[in-house]
């Protein structure tokens, strides 16, 4: 399930076109607190704090992003095993759907930041299990995104 842009804001209004979620200063300083966890292995404490982000931002890839990436770290002291690729997926997925929506509809900018690094971190998931046309694929996709959000 969807929230268009449209029908939510934090005011429960219509969003503001140049809104930024990067930034804003209080999410950059709950997002770190939990990236940190993330980077400290305590991988449950930070998807509930990336699952408050979500309950907030639910229309904005950013939260759905951070969920991923804490799947991905899950993976990294077992690169072969394929136990957490089904979860990293699913919220890398609905990433790049809500990161398309905003990049058509809100702040490109933004839009292809998040586009670019969710391509990124798919690519290298996709390397990680030697499916190099799909990594390929996603690394190009990544590129495209990253040139379009430079400044």
Known sequence: ??????????????????????SNIQI?????????EMYNFQFDRSARNFGILKKKYGWHPLPYFLLGLNYYWRMIPYNDSAEFDKEFTAYM???LVLSKRLYKGVN?????????ATHAFKGRLYSDRKQWRKAASAGKNALKYLEKSRG
């Open 93 to 95: 997925d609905t990433s």
């Open 28 to 36: 950059q300083l709950e997002a770190t607190d939990a990236i940190n």
């Open 1 to 22: 399930m969807f929230i268009s842009f449209e029908s939510h804001s934090q005011n429960n209004g219509p969003i503001d076109s140049t809104y930024n979620l990067l």
């Open 108 to 116: 490109e900018i933004e839009g292809a930041f998040f586009l670019a």
